[in-house]
């Protein structure tokens, strides 16, 4: 899962609050569940164009985070524990997740991935918004831990519509990860040991309703304008920003968007260009 809150400043006040911040979630849950269903049992071992995973380790992926996140809200000690389980290992984490399931069949991996995330959101609802889990970096707060959740789950399910050539509904719940997006801009270049090249470009996002969402808007002399579905693929590193029809003007946006992260974890490079787009139906 990513790990945000230490990239960020705090969410201020006027942000989603934490009930509002779970229930897009479960919204998230509820898209990604729908397309599991629609699988054929032979789809499970189709191979992704991400890092050549096939769509049993996409899940298998997402739902290793969510035991780490119900792990977590038990407590220090047995988060800990788990953790040092998974450093002994000596492996990725999808080999892990591969070790920890078995051969566990794709429908059953999607059930039990459906029922543990909806745990997770349900615990996450009764806690103290005010407290602090552990994670594998610093601690963060209830409320970034569920936009975490959504992000990861939005993005790793790009993987599965694009080898199946689906088509993808949006809505404005999507805010969230832009917000998250913009928020590490200074994250992006300090994970590279990088200064900042200049301060954060003004973003114009056109969001899935119509709305139009604006960051910075003090900066004239860098920008990034268009479709807020591209710009979250970009941050999320689903898409090459060349792949997009984001209009990016200005030095500071160009090395911004060359290799944004919006996640924790070592720096990682974007796709390819051409790399990862959908298939052709």
Not at 52 to 58: E, G, N, T
Not at 255 to 277: E, N, T
Request: charged share 25%; glycine share 6%.
């Amino acid at each position: 899962m990513a790990r945000t809150e230490d990239m960020t400043e705090d969410m201020t006040e006027e942000q989603p609050s934490l009930h509002r911040q779970i229930e897009d979630l479960r919204a998230e849950r509820a898209e990604l569940d729908a397309l599991l269903g629609s699988l054929e049992p032979d789809d499970w071992a189709r191979v992704t164009t991400f890092k050549s995973w096939r769509i049993w380790d996409v899940v298998a992926h997402l739902h290793l985070s969510d035991h780490m996140g119900m792990t977590s809200l038990a407590g220090e000690e047995p988060f800990r524990a788990l953790m040092h389980d998974m450093r002994d290992a000596g492996v990725p984490m999808a080999e892990y997740a591969r070790r920890w399931l078995g051969d566990l069949p794709g429908t059953a991996l999607h059930a039990r991935w459906r029922d543990l995330l909806d745990r997770l959101c349900t615990a996450l609802d009764a806690t103290d918004p005010a407290r602090r889990l552990p994670w594998a970096g610093p601690s963060m707060k209830p409320r970034m831990f569920a936009t975490a959740r959504q992000m990861e789950t939005w993005a790793h399910g790009w993987e599965i519509y694009d080898l199946l050539g689906r088509p993808r509904a949006h809505t404005d719940r999507l805010e969230n990860i832009a917000t998250i997006g913009v928020r590490t801009f200074g994250w992006t270049f300090a994970n590279r040991k990088l200064d900042p090249p200049g301060p954060p470009p003004r973003v114009e996002l056109r969001a899935p309703s119509g709305a139009v969402w604006r960051w910075n808007e003090d900066n004239r002399d860098d920008s990034i304008t268009g479709d807020a579905v591209a710009f979250c693929q970009v941050v999320t590193q689903v898409r090459n920003v060349a792949d997009t029809d984001l209009v990016v003007a200005g030095p500071v946006a160009r090395a911004w968007m060359a290799f944004a992260q919006c996640f924790a974890g070592p720096p990682a490079d974007p796709p390819a260009p051409g790399s990862r787009v959908p298939r052709v139906a």
